[in-house]
């Protein structure tokens, strides 16, 4: 039979063997990449592990040579099996919760109160495997309350410290790092370039297209195929780099040229996402939710939930109550020093906005001289007004105390964004973004920005727009353990009583 020559262009074709190769070339086109980046991932994992491992082992051998007449190995098997269990509950609930991704390494911090909770969690399962297996009695309570006691804070504090080894091994050029290709517009482009490094985000940007903008007085088959032709090359130059991720800069408002680019980019291997602009950097934990049958991007969720409410208001009765009961002699010393240092009432009443912006009279020990016909003014340092005891008050922040008294009344909290006069509030409200915002949880007797030494007089905006950044820190990252960090460091802390006026 006769047979043509086949083409040159034919005849150049890999075999068979060269064409697999390539397949799979492109399937896995960064086996190194992939390595590094479960490398780095498994190495979050076993820092927990090992954190974990180290105090059981230290604890169990310890106990052993101070008390205990058995053998080391007995210990030993003991600290292995109680860290195995508590090891296996803590890696793989944050496996689960993809706490070991390398992108939520680089953008997220150790949330304090999932590990807390988690914790617990652990301690919860230890208790019921043990009891089920009768097993309780083999470990002595000291060993369990000093694991208890120790492991969750080199938990946190070896955590902190693989995270930020972590971020600084991912640099842009890394061999970890996500390579990454922009689509879009030049100037959506260009505001990416100047919002964001790559270096410090952990990115490799292998390729830009942009797309032309199109002339309004064209016609429509005229856009369609400027537009097309431009998304046809972009197509081609990513399955030639091959990117990890293609980002899709075309604005939201432009639907219809962001559904081609969609349709276009979606036949290519490599995850595609959408930016809607800065509106993602300003609400890092963006999620889509549905509330009935709509969908939407929840970009913020209630300050507190119901559950979260009723536990803040037990902590803050119960603190007051005890507070208010121990205090007493003291609030009574005070009261008789106000008394002899200078005439006028004890208590110093203002109105104040509190939760919801809804008004309520704020108690405070008074620490200037009676004079119910000024009008307000801020109190300045070295202000003529404050007297000798009201002077030592403030500077200890002892006349903040009679807002247990609001704490009680359910106006105020023992922590929380500080109440402000409300000509401040009306003044700055219209000047600083988001200020209101604050009101959106009860005041508090101290707060975070008072612990960070952002308190007293307030001469400029930015003095004030530093204090709101810290409050609404607060409301963003509530939990109880950070209510008793702020109320503990109000007392210790030397940045607490700084700016005192």
């Known amino acids: 039979m006769f047979h043509e020559r086949l083409p040159e262009t034919f005849q150049a074709l890999p075999s068979a063997a060269a064409r697999r190769r390539n397949v799979w070339s492109a399937l896995l086109p960064r086996r190194g990449q992939a390595a590094a980046r479960i490398a780095l991932s498994m190495a979050l994992a076993v820092t927990d592990v090992a954190a974990i491992v180290s ?38 609930t944050n496996a689960l919760r993809a706490e070991y991704d390398l992108d939520s390494a680089m953008t997220q911090k150790t949330n304090l109160q999932r590990t807390i909770s988690l914790w617990f969690v652990a301690w919860a399962v230890v208790l019921v495997v043990s009891f089920m297996t009768k097993t309780t009695n083999d470990y002595s309570r000291i060993v369990s309350i000093g694991i208890f006691c120790l492991g969750l804070p080199a938990l946190v504090v070896t955590r902190s410290a693989m995270i930020r080894l972590v971020r600084r091994s991912l640099t842009a050029g890394s061999a970890s790092a996500s390579r990454v290709h922009l689509v879009g517009y030049e100037e959506d482009i260009a505001r990416f370039y100047a919002g964001n490094e790559a270096e410090s985000l952990g990115l490799r940007i292998v390729g830009t297209s942009y797309l032309r903008r199109v002339d309004p007085g064209a016609d429509t088959a005229t856009r369609h195929d400027q537009l097309q032709e431009d998304l046809d090359l972009a197509v081609s130059v990513v399955r030639f780099l091959r990117p990890d991720d293609v980002f899709v800069l075309v604005p939201w408002t432009d639907s219809a040229e962001v559904e081609r680019c969609i349709d276009a980019f979606l036949r290519v291997p490599s995850a595609l996402h959408l930016r809607p602009g800065a509106v993602l950097d300003r609400f890092p934990d963006l999620q889509v939710t549905r509330v009935g049958g709509v969908s939407g991007i929840n970009i913020g969720r209630r300050p507190l939930n119901l559950g979260e409410v009723m536990l803040k208001r037990v902590f803050d009765v119960t603190v007051a109550t005890i507070a208010l009961v121990s205090l007493a002699p003291l609030l009574a010393v005070i009261a008789v020093a106000i008394k002899l240092d200078s005439p006028g009432p004890v208590f110093f009443r203002q109105k104040r906005y509190g939760f919801n912006q809804q008004p309520f009279g704020v108690f405070k020990f008074r620490s200037m001289r009676a004079d119910p016909t000024a009008s307000f003014r801020q109190a300045t340092r070295n202000d003529s ?24 009344r359910g106006e105020m909290s023992l922590v929380g964004p500080r109440p402000h006069a409300l000509a401040h509030d009306r003044s700055f ?59 503990i460091q109000t007392v210790v802390s030397r940045r607490a009583y700084q700016n005192a006026c």
């Open 385 to 408: 007004r404050i007297t000798r005891v009201g002077a030592l008050l403030r500077r200890t922040n002892l006349d903040e105390l009679p807002q247990i008294l609001n704490v009680l």
């Open 429 to 487: 409200e219209r000047r600083i973004a988001l200020y209101a915002r604050r009101h959106n949880v009860r005041p508090g007797i101290t707060g975070w920005a008072q612990v960070n030494g952002y308190r007293g007089e307030t001469q400029t905006d930015l003095a004030m727009e530093r204090r709101v950044a810290c409050d609404l820190h607060y409301i963003d990252n509530w939990s109880v353990w950070f209510d008793i960090q702020i109320m």
């Open 55 to 92: 105090i059981t082992m230290l604890m169990e051998f310890a106990y052993h040579l101070a008390w205990e007449d058995g053998s080391a190995w007995a210990s030993g098997v003991r600290g292995l099996r109680l860290s195995a269990l508590l090891s296996l509950v803590i890696v793989a």
